[in-house]
Nanobody
Framework: VQLQASGGGLVQPGGSLRLSCAISGGTFRTYTIGWFRQAAGKEREFVAAFRGSAATTHYADSVKGRFTISRDNAKNTGYLQMNSLKPEDTGVYYC???????????????????WGQGTQVTVSS
């Protein structure tokens, strides 16, 4: 299973970006797709997840109402739409996937088996 994240870049505060995560291998519709981010000098933190089995979405409190996670099963791709970006959203964003996660594990990076390479998001004026 391979994940390819893309869509990062430099954006001004208040701007938007859409990240993509293309997944090859396995059965896409069964995957829970998670997005995590890591700022310089900080630990990787949960951003959002879309459960494959239940088709439910979950968000960190810090991004709720601003970010939207989605997926296109026909394209084997997950997305993270990020609006109203803030400087504190800056970091490397990673997508991850796993087909066996339970609800309580969605926010834990170590629970995901597959990871993409990360894409840099910088929010700055």
């Amino acid at each position: 299973v391979q994940l390819q994240a893309s869509g990062g870049g430099l954006v001004q505060p208040g701007g938007s970006l859409r990240l993509s995560c293309a997944i090859s291998g396995g059965t896409f519709r069964t995957y829970t797709i998670g997005w995590f981010r890591q700022a310089a000098g900080k630990e990787r933190e949960f951003v959002a997840a879309f459960r494959g089995s239940a088709a439910t979405t979950h968000y960190a409190d810090s991004v709720k109402g601003r970010f939207t996670i989605s997926r296109d099963n026909a394209k084997n791709t997950g997305y993270l739409q990020m609006n109203s970006l803030k400087p504190e959203d800056t970091g490397v964003y990673y997508c991850a996937a796993d087909s066996r996660l339970i609800l309580s594990s969605l926010r834990t990076p170590d629970e995901y088996d597959y990871w993409g390479q990360g894409t840099q998001v910088t929010v700055s004026s």
